[in-house]
Structures are given as C-alpha cells and as structure tokens.
C-alpha cells in the first residue's frame, strides 16, 4: 500500500482488460481516483480484438469496491477530441490528474514487406500516437500543477528486434524516443517520465495472439519471449506493482529511464 497515492488521480488509457486494469485496481487499493479510458467496442485491427463497454462500467464498480473512485470514458487514443472528453470529464470529477499510464496498444503477427498500410497505421496510430495525444493534452495540466509522473507501456520489443512483429517492434521502440524527450521537455515542471519493458504478460492480448496463431497461449509467450527465469509470461498484478513503485516518491529520482520487466530475456 501506498498513502501517497489516496485521493490522487491517475489516468489509464486501454484500462478495461490486462495491464491497465490490474494498474487501476491497484491505485483503487491505495484510495486513488482512476480516470478510466478505453475503447469501448471492437475493432477490425487485429481480428482478436472484442473490447466492450461493458468492461469499463464492471471496471469502474470492481474500483469502488477496492477503495477507489472511477470516472470512466470510452473513446478512440487516437481521436484527440475522444481523449480531450475524458481529460474534462475526469478534471471535472476529481480536480486534478496526478499520473498518466499510456497503455493502450495491440500486437499483431505479420512480416513487414507484407503488412498492408492500414495494419500499419493502425498499430502505430494506437499504440504510438495515442500516447502522445494523452501527453500533449495532459502535460499541460501537470505543468499547472508543477508535478506529475507520466508512464509509457512499451515492451521488450522497444528494446530489441522481433520476427514478424515489425510494426509493433517499430511503435514500441518510439516510445522509448518520446519518453526520453519529454522527461527532458519537461523535468524544470516537477514531471517524471518512464518507459516500462515488461515480457509476455497475461493477458487477453496473448490470448488473442494464440487464436491468430492456432497455438496455445503458453507457446505464443514462449516463442514471443523466451525468458531467462523459466516462466512463460508474467502477471499484470506483477506489472501493476511495479508501476507502483515508479509512481511513488520511492523512485523520485528516476526519469527518462527504461525499467525492463523481462525475467532476463534480454540477457540472452
């Protein structure tokens, strides 16, 4: 547990599923406000995808019950003017945003020379220019407020290559890019940046992974992975307490950094 954090005020991009809820449900243990931000519906890119607003309303209800307050918004990361609604709305509801997660993203399996533009844009515009719309839009606000803690969910794959996963190695490693650059942008206003590199963690994504691939999930995390400590994935309790600790004041001075969660994959 963490007092610092009761009655401040995190938003969550793709908080209804995976990492992100577990993350919202952790700040709600502490007594925090959760601004909920989520698609709300399904979308054709990557077929697996089957997102409902239902989540988020059963989201905002599992907050509550952990200690928390929820104000909840569906929307596109990639629509400014979705995004801006959820910003009002949840500075409306609670006053302030201490923290950001940029969560949202998807992963799809595809060799690059093959990838249609679509596949393309839509993997960078979701999981790129949605971090950087949630940014540009509550930088300002952390800046008013002369403090904050922003938080980019990258990847193991934003640190090295991957096979047949170009694009999202691509979206992933501009995160790191932008993290750095805004801790630098934004450092003399009180505001920390950090990427996080976690393995194959389990989610609904590895599972949607494996139905395109006709493959369990286990072997869908080991052939995406390939971890060190033999386990085929992580937990997003597991990655949910780390955000924790880069969010607190414990780690105040740490920013522009990239904190790897690989059980030693990248050692290899």
Same mark, same amino acid.
């Given at each position: 547990?963490?007092?610092e954090f009761n009655n401040k005020t995190v /938003?969550? @991009?793709?908080?209804?599923?995976?990492?992100?809820r577990a993350v919202a449900t952790a700040f709600a243990r502490c007594g925090a406000n959760v601004i909920a931000f989520d698609l709300g519906k399904k979308i054709s890119y990557p077929a697996?995808?089957?997102?409902?607003?239902? #989540?988020?309303?059963?989201?905002? @209800?599992?907050?509550e019950a952990a200690g928390g307050k929820a104000f909840y918004c569906a929307g596109d990361v990639r629509n400014a003017a979705d995004l801006?609604?959820?910003?009002?709305?949840?500075?409306?509801? /609670?006053?302030?945003?201490?923290?950001?997660?940029?969560?949202?993203g998807i992963c799809a399996y595809g060799y690059s020379h093959e990838?249609?533009?679509?596949?393309?844009? #839509?993997?960078?515009?979701?999981?790129? =220019?949605?971090?950087?719309?949630?940014?540009?839009?509550?930088?300002?606000?952390?800046?008013r407020q002369q403090k904050g803690v922003i938080i980019n969910n990258s990847s193991v794959g934003g640190l090295r290559g991957?096979?047949?996963?170009?694009h999202y190695a691509a979206s992933k490693w501009a995160l790191v890019g932008l993290t750095k650059s805004w801790a630098l942008e934004n450092t003399s206003f009180g505001i920390?940046?950090?990427?996080?590199?976690? @393995?194959g963690v389990n989610t609904p994504m590895n599972d949607g992974l494996a139905f395109m691939e006709g493959a369990t999930p286990?072997?869908?995390?080991?052939?995406? #992975?390939?971890?060190?400590?033999?386990?085929?994935?992580?937990?997003?309790?597991?990655?949910?307490?780390?955000?924790?600790?880069?969010?607190?004041? =414990?780690?105040?001075?740490? @920013?522009g950094s990239q904190y790897v969660l690989d059980a030693g994959l990248l050692t290899r």
């Open positions: 547990m963490y007092k /938003f969550i @991009t793709g908080a209804a599923k995976g990492q992100g697996y995808n089957d997102g409902s607003e239902d #989540a988020l309303a059963s989201l905002k @209800t599992e907050i801006q609604a959820a910003v009002e709305g949840g500075l409306k509801a /609670f006053g302030s945003i201490d923290y950001l997660f940029n969560n949202a990838l249609t533009e679509d596949e393309w844009d #839509a993997m960078i515009d979701i999981n790129l =220019k949605g971090a950087w719309l949630a940014g540009k839009l509550i930088i300002p606000v952390m800046r991957m096979n047949r996963l170009s920390r940046v950090i990427s996080i590199h976690p @393995t286990q072997e869908i995390a080991v052939r995406s #992975a390939g971890n060190l400590i033999p386990v085929p994935w992580i937990e997003p309790d597991d990655v949910a307490d780390s955000v924790l600790f880069l969010y607190s004041e =414990k780690a105040k001075y740490v @920013t």
